[in-house]
């Protein structure tokens, strides 16, 4: 390759002129460095690009290095926002699945007279759209969409027409003296019901509570509408505690024994109204299942 052909190539960098080898400590004027650098355009493309490079390098590794931080304060620092304040993954599916499978069996349990005729239509009705509600949230309930929800809280009505026709057709017989069951099938029917109203009442507390299981996962709504122990004492609970499904579950078997309000507070108008509810169809159904039962029996 010829020198000349070379040099060509590669744009040679400004020599130093002999006042500058006589003095290492002097350094060109500004404007005499802009100007040589203007004479080779290469050269200074390359320094701003890597400098460019450099520059964008360490940008990205304090912006990791603060979003490491910000989330590791947000999750474990002194003032740690609670996992049901803010985002998460969404709850497990089978506890629910699982509730649900319970409350389809009682409700099989119960003779056909005071039951929906078929007896097994509301049932089937319950388990495909159950089975559904599994195929758009298997794992883990973090899908939102208005069909998922439409068909959550109609499975939760339909349990809650059956065991309410279920219920009223109880009652109806035991204060008309039409009921012909010895006293032990009256007291597991009436204990099928009662339960089916525990579960019935922990899922519409579960489905409404700050709008439902996504809209929690998704630490939309900042209000409660039912205030859990470890909302009020968070230092005796993990950052990573949010209420499940099982949370209702207790709240509602507690408010059904107890008729009132346990550890667990409402503090929206419905929540009350809905607790108000529940525990009048539980008194009624075991005062008079019970009065009936010693009745039979005496």
């Known amino acids: 390759m010829s020198p000349d052909h070379e040099s060509a190539e590669t744009p040679a960098v ?25 004479e080779h355009p290469e050269v200074s493309a390359a320094i701003h690009h890597a400098l460019d490079l450099h520059l964008s390098e360490h940008l990205a590794k304090i912006e990791q290095m603060v979003a490491g931080t910000a989330q590791r304060a947000l999750h474990h620092g002194p003032q740690a926002v609670p996992a049901w304040r803010r985002r998460t993954e969404g709850e497990p599916r089978w506890p629910v699945t699982a509730t649900v499978l319970i409350a389809i069996g009682l409700q099989l349990m119960v003779p056909s007279r005071l039951v929906v005729n078929p007896i097994w239509l509301l049932p089937s009705i319950e388990l495909v759209l159950l089975a559904l509600l599994i195929a758009a949230n298997p794992r883990r309930i973090s899908r939102d969409h208005q069909v998922v929800r439409a068909g959550s809280l109609t499975l939760v009505a339909v349990a809650t027409f059956a065991n309410v026709w279920t219920a009223v057709h109880l009652v109806d017989g035991l204060i008309n003296g039409t009921e012909p069951e010895p006293a032990g099938q009256l007291l597991a029917y009436g204990a099928a ?103 039979i029996l005496g």
């Open 193 to 295: 019901i009662w339960a089916t109203n525990v579960i019935v009442f922990a899922l519409w507390y579960w489905e409404f509570d700050r709008g439902g299981p996504v809209a929690r996962a998704k630490g939309t709504n900042p209000y409660p509408d039912f205030q859990f122990a470890q909302m009020q004492t968070p230092e005796l609970a993990s950052n990573e505690w949010e209420p499940g499904f099982l949370d209702y579950l207790y709240l509602s078997f507690t408010n059904a024994t107890a008729f009132s309000p346990t550890d667990t507070l409402p503090l929206s108008r419905w929540a009350k109204m809905a607790m108000l509810a529940q525990s009048c169809v539980s008194l009624v159904t075991v005062a008079l299942v019970v009065a009936r039962a010693v009745n």
């Open 14 to 38: 400004p020599a130093m002129r002999a006042e500058d080898h006589a003095d290492p400590g002097h350094r060109p004027a500004p404007a005499a460095q802009v100007a040589a650098y203007a």
